[in-house]
C-alpha cells in the first residue's frame, strides 16, 4: 500500500518556524514529484512548495520563507518554514505524482498529484 505520512505540524508564534516532514512507504519516489499543498477551512486546496530531480517550485506567498528538500535515501521530504504568518495557518499535504516524461515543470496544480497525506496542522498565532 502507497503511503505518505505528514508530520511535524503545531503551534508556533507569528515570525517563529517549523519544519514539516513527508515519509513515503509503499514505493520509491526518488523519481517522482513530491508536493506541499495547503488548505483552510472553505478554501481550495492551495499549491505551496515542490521537487522534482532537484528542481524545486514555490509559490510566491511563500518564496523566501519557505523552501522544500528531500531525502532519497529516506523516501522523504521536508517543507521547511521560516518566518511564519498567521496567513499561513493552515492543514499542510503532502503529495506525490508520476512526473511528465516529456517536460521539466515541476506539477503545481491540485489535479496533478494523484497520492496524498492526510495531513498535518500548522498554526500560527500573532
Known amino acids: 500500500q502507497v503511503r505518505l505520512v505528514e508530520s511535524g505540524g503545531g503551534l508556533v508564534q507569528a515570525g517563529g518556524s517549523l519544519r514539516l516532514s513527508c515519509a513515503g512507504s509503499g514505493r520509491t519516489f526518488s523519481s517522482s514529484t513530491m508536493g506541499w499543498f495547503r488548505q483552510t477551512p472553505g478554501k481550495a486546496r492551495e499549491f505551496v512548495a515542490a521537487?522534482?530531480?532537484?528542481?524545486?517550485a514555490t509559490a510566491a506567498t511563500v518564496k523566501g520563507r519557505f523552501s522544500i528538500t528531500g531525502d532519497n535515501a529516506k523516501n522523504s521530504v521536508y517543507l521547511q518554514m521560516n518566518s511564519l504568518k498567521p496567513e499561513d495557518t493552515a492543514v499542510y499535504y503532502c503529495a506525490a505524482t508520476s512526473p511528465n516524461p516529456w517536460t521539466r515543470v515541476v506539477a503545481t496544480s491540485v489535479n496533478s498529484y494523484d497520492t496524498w497525506g492526510q495531513g498535518t496542522q500548522v498554526t500560527v498565532s500573532s
Open positions: 521537487i522534482r530531480s532537484g528542481d524545486t
